[in-house]
């Protein structure tokens, strides 16, 4: 499966990947909107079978729904799936949630992808593919500590680059395979809130449930 890479002009796009995991994964995907104040050899990871965890829901939490797993939003974080597949540009978004009350004044936003099947199950040999099509050009990569979402095992990597105002924005990325599908799952925020953004990250990966 292949899809088209398209862009919102003034934008940022980064490319598809290959065969393997063909998708379009828009990494900062809303960068050019994220908002700031004044202030400016590893080992190797084969996917879990038939985990059984007990994802962290606060009673009153808001869940979003994807396609094969659900996760809960954080406090001041918001559903804007719908948003971001028309106003966003991002119709191949499958699920998506922002810092904030739209996509015109946010913190960060966390984008879910699928992309496509594979009966590989040692994720380290995805890596590269998966990775050249997260982003394209001049960016600071560094691989992050594998991590577990929702039982099953994923690999991250941490991006950073200037969107289209000039301004960095930094991206940490997880796949994880689930029942040979793969998903991608983004988190983009400016340097400035990546602490920030990151600890509610975690909350939402520690929600995480696969259907």
């Known amino acids: 499966m292949s899809r088209d890479p398209y862009a919102r002009p003034g934008w940022l796009r980064f490319g598809v990947i290959g065969p393997v995991l063909a998708l379009l994964v828009v990494i900062g995907l809303l960068v050019a909107n994220l908002t700031e104040d004044s202030s400016d050899s590893p080992d190797e990871i084969s996917q879990s079978t038939s985990p059984t965890v007990t994802p962290e829901r606060p009673a009153d939490a808001e869940i979003i729904e994807g396609r094969g797993y659900s996760y809960a939003l954080p406090d001041e974080w918001t559903d804007q799936t719908e948003a971001l597949r028309t106003e966003g540009g991002l119709p191949t978004t499958d699920t998506g949630a922002v810092w904030g ?42 691989e992050v500590p594998a991590t577990s979402i929702g039982g099953y095992d994923a690999i991250g990597v941490r991006l950073e680059e200037s969107n289209a105002r000039g301004k960095r924005v930094a991206s940490t990325a997880y796949l994880v395979v689930v029942d040979e599908q793969t998903y991608t799952i983004v988190l983009s925020t400016p340097p400035s809130y990546e602490d920030d953004a990151l600890a509610a990250f975690t909350t939402i990966l520690d929600s995480w449930a696969w259907a």
Not at 104 to 114: F, R, Y
Not at 124 to 141: C, K, N, P, Q, V
């Open 101 to 142: 009350d739209d996509l015109d004044d946010l913190l960060a936003n966390v984008i879910v992808q699928l992309g496509d099947t594979t009966d590989e199950t040692d994720l380290e040999s995805l890596r590269s593919t998966w990775e050249a099509g997260l982003a394209s050009g001049d960016h600071a990569r560094t």
